[in-house]
């Protein structure tokens, strides 16, 4: 069994991120039959998917079918969303609760004027109150980088709506609280800004490392492509393809062998994973 599995039901995006990955990959959605299919082929592998590698999930023209497919498969759904659309989906999302709901407000920075940051946030923060009844919300600033000298004025900004939103006060962000709860299963978390491979210089240094993908989680992508993790959104490390595999087979494919037993001991087998910022290493 595994923990989760990533599925792309589309690669389209409304946001255009500066430190988001490059792909050429063709842009796509996942058919509902095809979102189907997997759901049947996924089910006796895990309960959780998570509907997101690259892309706006909420952009899916049959994002409502979608959820109400992985329900009718008895699967917990769990979504990272730029927030952009909620209030377009909040029908979809109340009729079919989705388990948690991530909401990336760091990407509203650089796509979003300060007036349209603040009546998305306010009526976002609304939405996230009747969504909770039923669905855990994690409203994210993973925008910490090593320059950051204090808040920036956006996340003051954020904070202060949040702050007047819950009536409390929110610890600043450099005590390095990552999880604050706000209201019940509504939580605000903070982190620093994940690098994608590859946005990352490769370095040859050897560390000891390890990593979960193959062992609790695989990514299933857009076009069907099935890899390791979500971070390989470029389908580097290709095990084989959902619609013409089984995942059995995929699974036991030479090539995810080699790479779950590296991990195993503590070996980093693909230059692809070497640069991975998720994977955990001792220095």
């Known amino acids: 069994m595994l923990k989760k599995i990533y599925i792309e039901i589309t690669n389209c995006c409304n946001f255009n991120c500066s430190f988001c990955c490059p792909s050429s990959r063709p842009k796509r959605h996942l058919s509902t039959q095809e979102f189907r299919t997997i759901c049947t082929k996924i ?3 895990t309960q959780y998917i998570y509907l997101h590698v690259l892309g706006e999930p909420l952009l899916h023209p049959q994002f409502e079918e979608i959820l109400k497919i992985a329900k009718e498969e008895n699967l917990f759904v769990n979504l990272t969303t730029n927030g952009s659309l909620l209030l377009k989906q909040q029908h979809s999302l109340l009729k079919n609760p989705p388990r948690q709901i991530n909401i990336s407000i760091h990407d509203w920075e650089e796509n979003l004027s300060v007036e349209e940051q ?3 946030l306010e009526n976002t923060l609304s939405l996230c109150d009747k969504l ?3 669905t855990y919300i994690s409203l994210r600033l993973w925008n910490h980088t090593k320059e950051t000298k204090g808040e920036s004025l956006f996340n003051q900004s954020i904070l202060k709506i ?6 409390t006060d929110i610890v600043a ?5 990552k999880s604050i709860k706000l209201a019940p299963h509504i939580f605000l978390h903070n982190d620093k800004r994940f690098s994608w491979p590859e946005n990352t210089v490769f370095s040859t240094q050897s560390q000891p490392t390890y990593c ?3 062992k609790t989680h695989i990514a299933i992508l857009s076009d069907g492509s099935v890899v390791p993790c979500c971070i390989d959104a470029n389908a580097h490390l290709l095990l084989g393809n959902i619609f013409t595999d089984n995942l059995d087979v995929i699974l036991s494919s030479p090539r995810a062998i080699k790479i779950r ?3 195993q001991q503590h070996k980093a087998i693909e230059d692809f994973c070497k640069k991975c910022g998720f994977r ?3 220095l």
């Open 261 to 263: 037993q590296g991990f």
């Open 132 to 134: 909770s009844q039923t």
């Open 173 to 177: 962000l450099e005590n390095n609280t």
């Open 43 to 45: 089910r006796p592998y």
């Open 118 to 120: 603040t009546n998305l």
């Open 280 to 282: 955990e290493t001792k």
């Open 212 to 214: 979960f993908a193959l």
């Open 162 to 167: 949040i702050s007047n939103h819950y009536q």
